[in-house]
């Protein structure tokens, strides 16, 4: 795979001189512009009163002038993709090198009730999410976020192979995310679902009828059978009939209005979609989707993008009068409003959720494009739950990242005691964010890493409610009660940050120990880390227990710490010393 850094600079610089040759060409074409604008004014005034010269040149001025502005609106667009792919490879040089706490947060997703997504930092300011984070649209950005939350073990290898593949498509999915952030419109595609799923037809189709009365009139008055007056009357009648019908196209052009840019904007995205190949078996059920009709879902959606722009043309004072008043167009452009929409309720959500699809994937396999070094798991049904080495936070620099090699089998339970700052809590998350990135089809940050499936739970950041009336210790009590109902029916890697914490040394070690005791009669997985060292005795009295421990050292009466998983039990405590360092007493 590509060095990621010197494919963003190159791409870069690349996209940089295309710019300018944009920029040059689009400075030309207006010059040109305003040239036949002149030159056409000029010509027309040298011709005016000569007949049909002054109407031709008229006529091919305003052609060739509407040429270049719609050459022009193209060549803006053009400018647009290659500015928003510049400035997706500047952000990507700058998360490269760490720089990524002005990409969005993702912190409306915390929910503390969750399995783990509070613990973890998954969420919010510094988060894995805003790590990894590049979707464009609303609903992609809710996949992604769901991907991560969900804690499913299904299809992981098949979510390997999706990724893999997308990740090698790295400019294709540059162009479909430079294409979607070109979306401007407010309204998001669940909007549009539940509109199109809720509409039910109230229009009649009478205009089919009324047009061909009213080309039948026009002609008998154009060969002087019948008077003007009969055709007078009749466009009259058609007034009376769109306003009977007024009220309805109103309420239907109040919805269109708000999803016509919508559909303008992702049926170029449908488009990317449809015209790539793919080859793994889930990119390919995606793509079959927007395949599933008689024509591609991208014709479908420019066609109804069109019939809305005609349905728009009914603010046109010419179309609005004499369009209603002959051929009933407003109720006529409505009709096929709702003729759309039958056709094509039972399946426009799937193919949103298509786009949103592609866009959440594109976030996924790009991280594995800049994280060559990561391995994917190596999925397995042994004994094992985790076999890695060299295994660290995606989050933390290389070179200030400390890996540590792991393995825990089925049912074992971990007791890790450590100083204060000597990484237990970072080995938590390490741990935890693996797991969860794995169950995600993610490589993960380690040299290899075995991998047995299994779900995750923690409890690590519990808090009091002041709004709920909760103490610290009854919230506490309530998540190891959430813990304790979910293990009876599924198998769990447990991950606990101090069990007990809200309550007195004696009814913390007492408590504690029946716990952990509860937990290895489960046929769970997990780790606990604690400064109670009293809970390593459980090492002696189940075989399941095994007690690691992080060291710190005071050398020169400074701490020192090596960051190290380790056998055996914490004998070097650092709260006095840290006290003392910092003349608190």
Same mark, same amino acid.
């Given at each position: ?12 610089? %690349? ?62 667009? &053009?400018? /647009?993709?290659?500015?928003?792919? +510049? ?16 990409? &969005? ?59 893999? &593949? ?106 990317? +979609? ?10 390919? %059920? ?10 591609k879902a991208s014709v479908i959606f420019k066609e109804f993008s069109r019939v809305l722009d005609a349905f728009d043309q009914r603010n046109n004072i010419l179309i609005a009068v004499v369009g209603n008043g002959l051929f009933l167009i407003d109720i006529f452009n409505a009709c096929k409003v709702e003729k759309w929409i039958v056709q094509y309720k039972h399946t426009v959500d799937k193919w949103f959720s298509v786009v949103a699809f592609f866009d959440a994937q594109n976030s996924l396999a790009n991280f594995h494009f800049n ?49 204060? *700052? ?23 940050? /380690? ?22 009336? %909760? ?11 959430? +813990? ?54 459980? %090492? ?32 070097? *405590? ?12």
């Open positions: 795979m590509k060095n990621p850094f010197d494919f963003y600079s190159k791409e870069k610089s %690349e996209l940089e001189i295309e710019a300018k040759q944009l920029k040059r060409k689009s400075v030309n074409l207006s010059i040109f512009r305003f040239g036949v604008f002149l030159t056409t004014c000029f010509l027309m005034y040298l011709t005016f009163g000569s007949y049909p010269d002054v109407f031709i040149i008229a006529f091919l001025g305003i052609l060739l002038f509407s040429f270049l502005v719609v050459k022009h609106v193209s060549l803006q667009r &053009e400018r /647009a993709i290659v500015t928003s792919k +510049i400035n997706i490879n500047k952000t990507e040089l700058k998360v490269l090198q760490r720089d990524f706490h002005h990409l &969005e947060s993702g912190e409306e997703f915390v929910n503390p009730t969750h399995y783990y997504s509070n613990d973890i930092d998954l969420f919010g300011v510094g988060s894995f999410f805003q790590f990894a984070n590049r979707t464009v649209t609303l609903e992609g950005k809710k996949l992604l976020a769901n991907a991560f939350t969900e804690n499913s073990t299904d299809g992981i290898v098949e979510k390997q192979n999706t990724i893999k &593949e997308l990740a090698a498509k790295v400019k294709w999915r540059q162009h479909f995310s430079a294409l979607a952030s070109l979306i401007t419109t407010k309204d998001t595609s669940g909007f549009i679902t539940d509109w199109v799923h809720n509409y039910t037809p109230v229009l009649s189709k009478i205009q089919i009828l009324f047009s061909l009365i009213s080309l039948t009139l026009i002609g008998l008055v154009s060969f002087g059978i019948i008077p003007f007056s009969i055709i007078l009357i009749w466009f009259f009648i058609g007034l009376f009939v769109t306003g009977r019908f007024l009220k309805k196209t109103n309420n239907l052009y109040s919805d269109t209005d708000k999803v016509r840019e919508t559909f303008k904007q992702y049926h170029v995205l449908l488009n990317e +979609i449809e015209n790539e190949n793919f080859s793994s078996k889930t990119l390919k %059920e995606k793509q079959g989707i927007i395949n599933s009709e008689t024509k994280h060559t070094a990561f391995v994917f798991p190596e999925i397995t049904d042994q004994k094992g739950i985790i076999k890695s080495t060299n295994l660290g936070h995606p989050l933390l620099k290389v070179d200030k990242r400390i890996d540590n090699d792991f393995t825990i089998y089925k049912e074992q339970f971990f007791i890790v005691t450590g100083a204060n *700052m000597a990484g237990k809590s970072t080995f938590l998350r390490t741990i935890s964010l693996s797991i969860v990135m794995a169950n995600c089809g993610l490589p993960v940050c /380690a040299e290899s890493f075995k991998y047995s499936p299994i779900k995750l739970i923690t409890s690590m950041r519990t808090t009091d409610s002041l709004t709920e009336d %909760e103490s610290y210790f009854y919230s506490e009590l309530k998540r190891l009660k959430f +813990i304790v109902d979910e293990i009876k029916t599924t198998d769990y890697f447990i991950i606990l940050d101090e069990i007990l914490k809200g309550t007195n040394s004696k009814d913390k070690a007492i408590g504690s120990k029946k716990f952990v005791e509860k937990l290895t009669k489960s046929k769970s997985t997990g780790i606990i880390a604690t400064h109670d060292v009293s809970l390593c005795e459980l %090492e002696n009295e189940f075989s399941d227990i095994k007690n690691y421990y992080f060291d710190a050292e005071i050398i020169d009466d400074e701490l020192h710490f090596d960051y190290t998983l380790k056998n055996g039990i914490c004998k070097n *405590m650092n709260a006095s010393f840290l006290l003392k360092k910092m003349e608190i007493v």
